[in-house]
């Protein structure tokens, strides 16, 4: 983040469970070791399961475009839509991996759990400013 977006991020109004700054690099990278791990498996386990790829695939793809769509674009309103069908083909993966691979489908729990509270933060975000 440049000093243009980390200003403009500073003065948001921000709910009161936001965890202080630190907090974020250390959590996302735990949880992309998850992520990696959980795919890595899924995918060396079934790499037949064309449809399981793309879906978490697709919710990488939704993943990734939350920061630029929020702090380069400093549009709230489309991170939050985009964390919304994040969440959703987030949820989607979990469920379709349950059924094949129990293990790769738990690594993705702790990610879920942080993208919906993400949700609700970048939700107040949206409300409050």
């Known amino acids: 983040m440049n000093n243009n977006d980390s200003l403009w991020y500073k003065n948001l109004v921000k709910s009161p469970l936001t965890p202080p700054d630190y907090?974020?690099?250390i959590v996302w990278t735990i949880?992309?070791?998850?992520?990696?791990?959980?795919?890595?498996?899924?995918?060396?386990?079934n790499p037949t399961d064309t449809y399981g790829i793309r879906i978490?695939?697709?919710?990488?793809?939704?993943?990734?475009?939350?920061?630029?769509?929020?702090?380069?674009?400093?549009?709230?309103?489309?991170a939050l839509?985009?964390?919304?069908?994040?969440?959703?083909?987030?949820?989607?993966?979990?469920?379709?991996?349950?059924?094949?691979?129990?293990?790769?489908a738990d690594m993705?729990?702790?990610?879920?759990v942080w993208v919906s509270f993400a949700g609700y933060l970048n939700l107040y975000i949206v409300v409050n400013n």
């Open 23 to 25: 907090i974020f690099p």
């Open 31 to 45: 949880l992309y070791i998850m992520i990696i791990i959980s795919g890595y498996n899924y995918i060396k386990n």
């Open 56 to 78: 978490f695939i697709t919710q990488l793809f939704f993943n990734i475009i939350w920061s630029y769509l929020f702090f380069t674009v400093k549009n709230p309103k489309l």
């Open 81 to 104: 839509v985009d964390l919304i069908l994040l969440w959703s083909t987030l949820l989607i993966t979990i469920n379709h991996f349950y059924i094949k691979d129990r293990f790769s």
């Open 108 to 112: 993705l729990i702790p990610y879920f």
